[in-house]
């Protein structure tokens, strides 16, 4: 995989780098990745303007900051042709407030992380996502009173899988 999309080793290691630590500075992530920091920087020039690195952001610990309503909405269409995903993915990309959806195989077909500051806004939300049309056949909730765990893959250890 790595070698059929151009990326080496050092390659990776710059990813995994911003992946763990955002924006670095070019000697940090020079020091880092064990690269002079000029190849270091270009070689994340070119990562970026090649698009593997979509953007940064903060981790931040909502718990901290706000009481927020997070439920996961299992979603099955009642349809299954290509115009009915692009369609459905279409309007779920424009509401902010699913803030994670994943396509799946089998018994449904996405499965999708809400946030709302509360139950009645959440209900809203569901209402509006019923009243696009979208051809949903049945959709199931299951309220969160906990994030365990919410994080990135580890980016370095997946592509050492890629080597065996």
Same mark, same amino acid.
């Given at each position: ?48 303007a ?10 931040? /610990?909502?718990?901290?900051? *706000? $009481?927020?309503?997070?439920? =996961? &909405? +299992?979603? %099955? #269409?009642?349809?299954?042709r ?20 994943? /396509?799946?195989?089998?018994? *449904? $077909?996405?499965?999708?992380? =809400? &946030? +709302?500051? %509360? #139950? ?45």
């Amino acid at each position: 995989m790595r070698e059929r999309q151009g990326l080496d080793p050092t390659d990776i290691r710059i990813l995994s780098a911003v992946q763990r630590h955002g924006q670095l500075s070019k000697t940090k992530l020079a020091e880092i990745v064990n690269l002079s920091a000029t190849p270091c920087w270009a070689r994340l020039a070119r990562l970026r303007a090649a698009g593997y690195i979509r953007g940064y952001h903060a981790d931040i /610990a909502l718990d901290r900051v *706000l $009481d927020a309503t997070r439920v =996961v &909405v +299992t979603v %099955s #269409l009642n349809s299954h042709r290509k115009a009915d995903f692009d369609r459905f993915e279409t309007y779920i990309k424009s509401v902010d407030e699913i803030i994670n959806c994943v /396509a799946t195989g089998g018994g *449904l $077909d996405y499965i999708m992380t =809400v &946030v +709302t500051p %509360s #139950l009645a806004t959440f209900q809203d939300v569901m209402e509006d996502l019923l009243a696009a049309e979208l051809a949903i056949d049945r959709y199931m909730t299951y309220f969160a009173t906990r994030l365990i765990k919410a994080e990135q893959p580890n980016l370095a250890k997946l592509a050492a899988y890629r080597k065996r």
